[in-house]
């Protein structure tokens, strides 16, 4: 008898236990599209009062439009910076989730100028997505544009400032995150209290201490409930260098 009432409260605690912990949510598509531009293509579209943060535009939205149908001028953009998934160990750093993604190149004749990344995800995690340009003469990432929530928003990135408070945009030295990294805790550390993901996405331009080499730009997705594209404009310019070389060129008289 004893035996039987053991069993019985054994069912029951298990039965409970599944009732308590329902299986996981199933998971949900995203996609992020990417494209990076000169500065000057990218200030074409806009007017002085749309140079403000967090704001939408007109221009923005033309921007957009452009990028989606491939009618930019192939010469306004920098295909050698490609949006990539970063190694799981570093993701875990970013406090990642580990996805699986499907990636295509943009720029292909008569197709969007976005790279496109497609995976699925846990809503409420977030993933964490890596543009390390190969060409050397295009360094500081100085705009950003970005979409989540909404329509296409204009950012300026910034380091924190004194009050502490939330950026989309950041500027972090590089080897400071590449340290951190190391370490696995630069979520923790540092960007969990920093960044502002209230858009669904934000930017951490890892700032090259190197003055001739570029910035890194590591995008942070937040998963939404729902399926959800994601779109971010990386704006590059020319660093300004006060120490360059002389050039080695005679000066004609």
């Known amino acids: 008898m004893r035996r039987a009432i053991a069993r019985w409260v054994l069912g029951a605690a298990a039965l409970l236990g599944a009732l308590g912990h329902p299986d996981a949510a199933p998971a949900v598509e995203y996609k992020l599209l990417v494209a990076s531009t000169f ?3 990218f200030t074409s579209f806009l ?7 967090g704001k939408a535009s007109p221009g923005l939205a033309r921007l957009e439009a452009d990028l989606d149908a491939g009618r930019l001028d192939a010469g306004a953009m920098l295909f050698d910076r490609r949006v990539q998934p970063v190694r799981e160990s ?3 750093a970013y406090g990642g989730a580990r996805v699986v993604p499907r990636l295509r190149p943009g720029g292909e004749p008569g197709g969007p100028f976005w790279d496109e990344v497609t995976w699925e995800g846990t809503p409420g995690e977030h993933s964490v997505w890596l543009v390390a340009p190969l060409l050397r003469q295009i360094q500081e990432l100085y705009n950003l544009a970005l979409s989540g929530s909404g329509p296409l928003r204009y950012f300026q990135p910034y380091t924190v400032p004194m009050n502490n408070g939330r950026m989309t945009g950041l500027l972090v030295p590089l080897n400071y995150l590449w340290f951190h990294e190391e370490r696995g805790n630069v979520w923790n550390k540092y960007l969990a209290k920093n960044l502002d993901l209230e858009q669904g996405i934000g930017v951490v331009t890892g700032v090259n201490t190197n003055a001739q080499f ?8 937040k998963h939404a409930e729902a399926p959800t ?3 971010a404009v990386l704006v590059w310019r ?3 260098l006060d120490r360059e070389a002389p ?3 005679p000066i004609p008289k």
């Open 90 to 92: 570093i993701g875990r």
């Open 229 to 231: 594209t994601y779109k």
């Open 238 to 240: 020319p660093r300004g």
């Open 214 to 221: 570029p910035d890194q730009a590591y995008l942070i997705v």
């Open 247 to 249: 050039s080695k060129t």
């Open 47 to 53: 007017k002085a009062g749309d140079l403000q943060q």
């Open 39 to 41: 500065e000057q293509s």
